[in-house]
């Protein structure tokens, strides 16, 4: 398969400064792995042509950090907390977290899947081909498990990287009683779900668990064998960026309230900082310091931390704009946060970029009506961007519009 004469082409090749951008270029894919790119003049002969003619090329965007796997609704309390109730005061309740817990938990896992199948589409249908799930709305030895193998079915045509997140929130019955949950974490959960995930991951923070209980959880999962994540500084400062990058973190995420010897261990150790700005919209936070994680060299990631309740966001390039707006990334970060960066933050350094040799995940999109075709023209609106092609693992898993058939 030929993509050819693609007006901007940004390869994201680490290789080549900024996003790696190419004029007028095409690129061959041959089973799961780009066979050629070059000048569009110089191609091959391909069995199937698709004019990349009037489009910008991507690779597949990667989205590092999301709770797809859930049962319930929480659209009720978002309407309640529009009202003016608090998140904790919802939560006293039996709400928030634990009511998508007890609903996840009932749930059989035909369902589940069914749920994470038609919410990894929607994200596909907005260019992501490879996707993070964690668990931690199980928070029982058997209902992490069985999330984490749901989450390992829904592999192909996206990507699927599975983390472990039993230490997500203290659940109702082991209230009062910490340490017993972080024992049933390490001795019982992880031992099940170890082998069915690759990375672990921690809620370090008010409310969710201490740095002690944090390090100790990731310190199990990293003799498991598994790679070492970490929601971090996002209520509180605690301090666990930088021991989780001191522990070879692939990446610590949220960052609102990372402070300066955080970033120096990110920037030391090369933990990737994973920014939420649809979670900081959702809670009206502020901003993560941006520019200071710049200055330190710290890789800049998003990720949409789909999830019910801060942040039921699908849209990768409507994250990529509010991450720009509301965190003051450039449109190069945010696209490099979405791709490369983003695949870094799962270890999975040969995705997020294209090259001979490498993964065909490829996307073509346009900008908004009557912007160029250019990284600003595709990130400056929500909602503007419109995915004409996506390519996963070398298929054509989505294809919107109908003319560009090959001819
Ligand atoms: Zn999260």
């Given at each position: 398969m030929l993509i050819h004469q693609i007006d901007r082409l940004y390869t994201m090749d680490p290789a080549l400064p900024g996003l790696g951008e190419q004029e007028g270029w095409s690129v061959a894919l041959e089973g799961e792995r780009v066979a050629w790119m070059g000048p569009a003049a110089q191609a091959p002969e391909a069995d199937e042509v698709i004019d990349g003619r009037g489009?910008?090329?991507?690779?597949?965007?990667?989205?590092?950090?999301?709770?797809?796997?859930?049962?319930?609704?929480?659209?009720?309390?978002?309407?309640?907390?529009?009202?003016?109730?608090?998140?904790?005061?919802?939560?006293?309740?039996?709400?928030?977290?634990?009511?998508?817990?007890?609903?996840?938990?009932?749930?059989?896992?035909?369902?589940?899947?069914?749920?994470?199948?038609?919410?990894?589409?929607?994200?596909?249908?907005?260019?992501?081909?490879?996707?993070?799930i964690k668990s931690g709305y199980g928070l029982d030895p058997e209902t992490e498990a069985r999330l984490l193998a749901v989450a390992r079915s829904l592999d192909g045509p996206q990507r699927v990287c599975a983390t472990f997140l039993g230490a997500h929130a203290i659940p109702a019955e082991h209230r009062g009683q910490r340490d017993r949950y972080v024992r049933q974490i390490i001795e019982e959960q992880l031992p099940l779900c170890a082998p069915l995930a690759e990375a672990i991951d921690v809620y370090c923070d008010r409310g969710a668990f201490d740095l002690d209980e944090s390090i100790a959880i990731l310190e199990a999962g990293r003799a498991a064998g598994l790679s070492v994540k970490a929601h971090a500084e996002q209520v509180i400062h605690t301090g666990i960026a930088a021991a989780a990058a001191r522990m070879g973190a692939l990446s610590v995420d949220h960052l609102e309230r990372i402070d300066e010897a955080g970033i120096a261990a990110l920037a030391e150790?090369?933990?990737?900082?994973?920014?939420?700005?649809?979670?900081?919209?959702?809670?009206?936070?502020?901003?993560?310091?941006?520019?200071?994680?710049?200055?330190?060299?710290?890789?800049?990631?998003l990720g949409t931390d789909l999830n019910p309740g801060s942040s039921p966001a699908l849209d990768p390039f409507a994250v990529m704009t509010l991450g720009c707006v509301l965190q003051g990334l450039t449109v190069e970060e945010a696209l490099l946060g979405f791709t490369r960066n983003a695949a870094r933050a799962l270890g999975r350094t040969e995705l997020g970029w294209l090259g001979i040799g490498g993964p065909a995940d490829l996307l073509l999109c346009s900008p908004a009506p009557g912007e160029a075709l250019t990284a600003a023209g595709l990130v400056q609106s929500i909602g503007g961007a419109r995915l004409e092609l996506v390519i996963c693992r070398g298929r054509i898993a989505r294809r919107l519009v109908a003319s560009r058939e090959c001819r």
């Open positions: 489009t910008i090329g991507l690779p597949g965007l990667v989205d590092p950090h999301t709770h797809s796997l859930w049962a319930g609704s929480r659209a009720d309390e978002f309407r309640r907390r529009l009202a003016g109730e608090s998140y904790s005061a919802i939560l006293e309740a039996g709400g928030g977290i634990l009511s998508t817990v007890r609903a996840t938990r009932s749930a059989p896992a035909e369902a589940l899947r069914a749920l994470g199948r038609s919410r990894l589409d929607r994200l596909l249908d907005r260019g992501i081909t490879t996707v993070e150790h090369g933990t990737v900082a994973v920014m939420l700005p649809a979670a900081q919209l959702y809670l009206r936070d502020s901003a993560p310091p941006v520019e200071a994680l710049r200055e330190a060299g710290v890789p800049l990631a």
